[in-house]
């Protein structure tokens, strides 16, 4: 269960072409390996990638930034090799054109949700939506896309224990953008254990390890706490 | 150093290989954090760094190709790879190595996927001593492995010479220099060439001998490609291995002897093969 294949491109994979997943392609019957990464076989025989660019994808909720406005459109880099577009017709409230700038200025970041993408690799972007809106508070935290299924976990174990060890409000964008809300030293905590996600991700054992990670964590901080209070009885003593 | 009176003697080679003996490779993935994927190679003396960016937008906006990637190479010698400094810049050589070189790769990579973008691959020579195209080839594809772009697999390149009439693997800057002929081949692990080049002539018969010869190469090298690119994560694997089967003990150990603590749903299997 633990056993992890890593696979180069060009691997032949399997021999039947009727189980080709993701990450693979089909030459004479038999499936190669297209990417580099590790091996997964459930009932389609993928190679999950250990890096790569965001593609976009139908329905994908994504942390974009404002970088030109038009006269109808907001062009926002949702971090793939395809910028967004966002229609004003898309925002929430009725707006004129002349008013965009004033709604959203160049580099304010939005979270938002992909409408569509079609073959031209014209992305549209919505922001119609109560829970998308622009976010004006907390920090916004990039790692890998191809990361992000390891961050939210299994039915999203892995973001829940993080958000209950941090309490801190974390939003994961499929595009490798991670919006965290919370208090400053708690951010800074969260931001340290999504490192620790993206740098152990093909490791196994990653949720051992996270629950390790925060009660490592916790007891420093007991300890430095009880340092303090010694230190403050001692001071107390001393007047 | 001058002309050698001769290159071959009893079977050896000057740097003592045998006539189709490979330079000793040594293969770093991912050393630049910056780009998308990188890899620094050395090939004997020759010392090459590439670095993949992309699929990313193409600037200037009218190179873009509406169906497909643009893949762009570019191969360039530092001034400080030769012993007398080389003018920096691109120049007539650079130009075409880096022509050739994008011809080598391009094919293997899934350019459709990525229509309106750029895949750069850069590769700097850092210490040259004869084959640097290869060694750069070698390096690019195991870079744009690292950068997570589609391919159909990877390229591995070495080159075929002539010297004293008889033709050896690989050739080194005295043999090169001084040699009747170089000819440096790229081919996929299937043995489709997509790079012949030759400098010098060689007969027909020694043409077919030259290629046999350069496709033992490639074998060889692109193993070495394979194992550098699977040993990078591998490593990583097995040291945490017994790190894991530690914490699996003690977490159960934990639950025997302090009561059964909270119920939490620990994921063995690490995530990475869910949904």
Redesign the interface.
Known sequence: ??K?Q?I???DVLSEDAGIAGD?T?V?DGKV?A?????L?E?NKIKV??????YMPARGDIVIGIVKEVTFSNWIVDIGS???GLLHISEYPQRINSEDMSKHLKVGETILTQVKEFDP??KVELTIRNRKLKTIRSGRIFELSP?KI??LI??GG??ISLIKKETNCSIIAGENGRVWIEGSDCNIDFAIDAITKIEQ??????????L??FFEGTKTQKNESDKEYEKESILDEILE | MDKPEKFIIDGIRLDGRKPDELRPMKIEVGVLNRA??SCYLEFGKNKVLAAVY????VHPRHNQK?TTAVVRFRYNMASFSVEERKRPGPDRRSIEVSKVSREAVEP?I?TEY????AIDIFVEVLQADAGTRTAGINAASIAL??????????VSSCAVGKVDGELVLDLMKDEDNYGEADMPVAM??DGEITLLQMDGNLTREELKKALEMATEGCKQIYKL??EA??GR??K??EE??E??EL??TI?ESEETSIESTTT????????????
């Open positions: 269960m633990n992890r890593i180069i491109p060009g990450g392609y030459r190669y297209s990417l580099y990464g590790i997964s459930h999950v990638p250990l890096s790569g660019k090799p395809y910028d031209m690799m191809s299924p390891r976990g299994h174990s892995m152990e991700s093909h490791i196994p054992g990653l949720t051992n390890r629950y390790d | 998308d994927g992309g699929p990313r937008e509406p293997m899934f990525f229509p309106k973008s492995a690292d950068a997570s772009i589609p391919m159909r697999g990877l996929t692990p490609q394979r690119l699977i994560y591998k990583e694997l945490h291995k790190d894991v914490v699996e977490t939490v749903n620990i994921d063995e299997s690490g995530g990475l093969d869910d949904e």
